[in-house]
């Protein structure tokens, strides 16, 4: 069973604005980002168990890419649970803690992308 979950997203927005909705989103979902390339518009963020007092059980880490094209920004996510230390969980991890948590940070960003 997969526990890796990518997703990819359009939206009319300009690379900068996507990219300050996905710092807000993290932010807003009280992740911590684990390394950041910002000329590249990358971010690699980790997600704790417990996220707004809902306890989900298992952390995440989501892998964010940024791309502009003609028709819009793409924004690609690579979402999947680690352990205590950070290691990608390829067994025993909680079924649907990272589709939430993905579910949870798509909402955030269409939000912070609204406020503009």
């Known amino acids: 069973m997969p526990y890796t979950t990518n997703e990819e997203k359009v939206f009319p927005d300009?690379?900068?604005a996507v990219y300050a909705a996905v710092?807000?989103?993290?932010?807003?979902l009280e992740g911590k980002v684990l390394s950041e390339d910002a000329d590249a518009k990358q971010l690699k963020v980790q997600f704790h168990k417990?996220?707004?007092g809902k306890v989900l059980g298992d952390r995440s880490?989501?892998?964010?890419q940024i791309e502009e094209n003609g028709e819009g920004t793409?924004?690609?996510?690579?979402?999947?649970?680690v352990d205590?230390?950070?290691?990608k969980l390829m067994f025993?991890?909680?079924?649907?803690?990272?589709?939430?948590?993905?579910?949870w940070f798509w909402?955030?960003?269409?939000h912070n992308l609204k406020k503009e």
């Open 14 to 16: 300009s690379a900068d």
């Open 107 to 110: 909402a955030h960003i269409d």
């Open 92 to 103: 025993g991890a909680r079924k649907g803690v990272t589709r939430t948590v993905m579910n």
């Open 84 to 87: 205590a230390v950070g290691r």
């Open 61 to 64: 880490v989501f892998q964010t």
């Open 50 to 52: 417990t996220i707004h």
């Open 74 to 81: 793409k924004l690609l996510v690579e979402g999947f649970p």
């Open 23 to 28: 710092k807000a989103a993290v932010a807003g």
